[in-house]
T-cell receptor, first 114, second 113 residues
């Protein structure tokens, strides 16, 4: 169970911001939200993760709602190379201690158009 | 090497044959995952190794599938008596115990004729 719900697909114009939503209404207080992307024929690539606060790195920004039931990944200036499947994942505890597991859902196919 | 290494990159086999897929994780990474990705589909979790804990095998689709890991290093995914529906890319990923960021290999593409 991926614990997340995402759009199947979305389009974005090159140079514009891409905002990818994700619902995780059953998330628990200590579970992080992770985003990965998979460009065609490659292995998935880590983008960003967060718990409660908004996060930003060189690739993207992550906005998490106050109730933590949803989040949005923002690519500020999408390029054609950002066309990929974007996966939103909730990291769940597993096996006790500090062990965790990441389960991928179906993701959102983002197509950036020229 | 610096990244996760998988071999073979491509494997074509006949139905009913056994295959072994190998994953060399990043040195020092205690967690190792195997995923399967069929053409045009998302990632399907297969098995998860974390340190010395018993592995989570809940994603293995049948008893034809098994995996082993030697300590915190190499892992082998074995598929016995392969079927055509086993055709997929098999992805391996590793991570540090608590960081959670997964580093993926390029995958092993399996084609069962």
């Amino acid at each position: 169970d991926a614990k997340t719900t995402q759009l199947t697909s979305m389009d974005c114009a090159e140079g514009r911001a891409a905002n990818l939503p994700c619902n995780h209404s059953t998330i628990s207080g200590n579970e992080y939200v992770y985003w990965y992307r998979q460009i065609h024929s490659q292995g998935p690539q880590y983008i960003i993760h967060g718990l409660k606060n908004n996060e930003t790195n060189e690739m993207a920004s992550l906005i998490i709602t106050e109730d933590r039931k949803s989040s949005t990944l923002i690519l500020p200036h999408a390029t054609l190379r950002d066309t990929a499947v974007y996966y939103c994942i909730v990291r769940v505890p597993w096996g006790g201690g500090s062990n965790y597991k990441l389960t991928f859902g179906k993701g959102t196919l983002l197509t950036v158009n020229p | 090497g610096a990244g996760v290494s998988q071999s073979p990159s491509n494997k074509v086999t006949e139905k009913g044959k056994d295959v072994e897929l190998r994953c060399d994780p990043i040195s020092g990474h205690t967690a190792l995952y195997w995923y399967r990705q069929r053409l045009g589909q998302g990632l399907e979790f297969l098995i998860y190794f974390q340190g010395n804990s018993a592995p989570d095998k809940s994603g293995l689709p049948s008893d034809r599938f098994s995996a082993e890991r030697t300590g915190e290093s190499v892992s082998t995914l074995t598929i016995q008596r392969t079927q055509q529906e086993d055709s997929a890319v098999y992805l391996c990923a590793s991570s540090l115990e608590v960081a959670g960021e997964l580093f993926f290999g390029e995958g092993s593409r399996l084609t069962v004729l």
